[in-house]
């Protein structure tokens, strides 16, 4: 076997045909060439695996799934095979800017051991333009009990010697998995964090009401604990924070009862409410009456307007 890279790329690809390529470029154009590109295919049925093929560099290890297994188990299977001291993650429709690497594991290693995980800033594209985000923690496991702003799918570069302490990611989790692995991350190690962006994120759409509902009451059972050490009040934010972001997605979906019926839990957890918060949330419902776009446009007129046009945390 060929000596071991100094750092592990991670990408899970299902029905990406359209931008893989771009990421895995991306990848390629890092000021670092040691290093390794696990693609995992996750059942694709579309191109996916051809784009992969096409690909002959010798440090692209190709690992495919008979079927699609979500994107827990694609990662976990990356970090199975992953031989490199660090292990990094792109999802397969972001990418890269050329020197993130180089910048992370340069911060990473002139650290103490237990300054294990990096993000970055990144640029968030979407439809009606890009923004700059830039969210330096403060308290990173009370935040991230709140809200993810990290962007851990394309940013985080890690220590791989870190899983031994952790573990895989939860394939129990249709979506926040990467969420929930990296608050299991932030309770044994400290995050260095660069406000330099490093990576273009794109909008992913409006995920799947139902599975974001199932999902968000599993991360928040399993975090219970956690969450009420903080006391009433912080509890009672991140609670209705989840219900809140519950309700945006079942209005987008025209789902106005159970949609309401977070919304109520929201106000009942923590009765003042951010005024731009609630109104994004009830954006959401007229365009899930509607069939309009209000939500997004409104949604990126803030970023910009509390940013200064340049950076937010969301």
Not at 113 to 124: E, G, K, Q
Request: glycine fraction near 6%.
């Amino acid at each position: 076997m060929a000596e071991r890279p100094k750092i592990s790329v991670i990408i899970p690809a299902y029905n990406r045909a359209q931008t893989l390529a771009r990421a895995v470029q991306s990848v390629l154009n890092q000021g670092i060439q040691d290093l390794e590109i696990l693609l995992v295919d996750d059942g694709s049925t579309d191109g996916t695996p051809g784009v992969m093929e096409s690909f002959q560099d010798p440090r692209i290890v190709r690992i495919s799934h008979p079927r699609n297994l979500g994107a827990a188990a694609a990662r976990n299977s990356g970090l199975r095979k992953a031989r490199g001291d660090y292990v990094a993650f792109l999802d397969s429709d972001d990418e890269w800017l050329p020197e993130k690497l180089d910048r992370q594991l340069e911060l990473l290693e002139r650290l103490p051991r237990r300054w294990a995980l990096s993000c970055t800033a990144f640029y968030l594209v979407e439809e009606v333009g890009q923004t700059l985000v830039c969210c330096p923690p403060k308290d990173l496991s009370r935040q991230l009990l709140e809200t993810c702003d990290y962007s851990p799918g394309s940013t985080l570069v890690l220590r791989r010697d870190c899983l031994s302490s952790v573990g895989e990611l939860d394939e129990g989790l249709e979506r926040l998995e990467d969420w929930d692995w990296l608050l299991r991350l932030a309770r044994y190690y400290c995050m260095a964090y660069l406000e330099r962006p490093l990576a273009k994120i794109y909008k992913k759409g409006i995920p799947s009401a139902s599975a974001t509902e199932r999902a968000t009451l599993r991360f928040l059972h399993k975090h219970k604990d956690e969450i009420e050490r903080y006391g009433p009040r912080q509890s009672r934010k991140i609670y209705s924070r989840h219900y809140l972001r519950l309700a945006h997605y079942l209005y987008m979906e025209g789902d106005v009862k159970k949609g309401t019926s977070y919304l109520l839990k929201a106000v009942l957890e923590r009765p003042v409410q951010n005024p731009l918060r609630f109104l994004g949330v009830l954006q959401s419902l007229m365009d899930g009456m509607l069939g309009t776009r209000i939500s997004t446009r409104m949604i990126h007129l803030k970023r910009k307007y509390l940013s200064g046009g340049s950076r937010v945390n969301l």
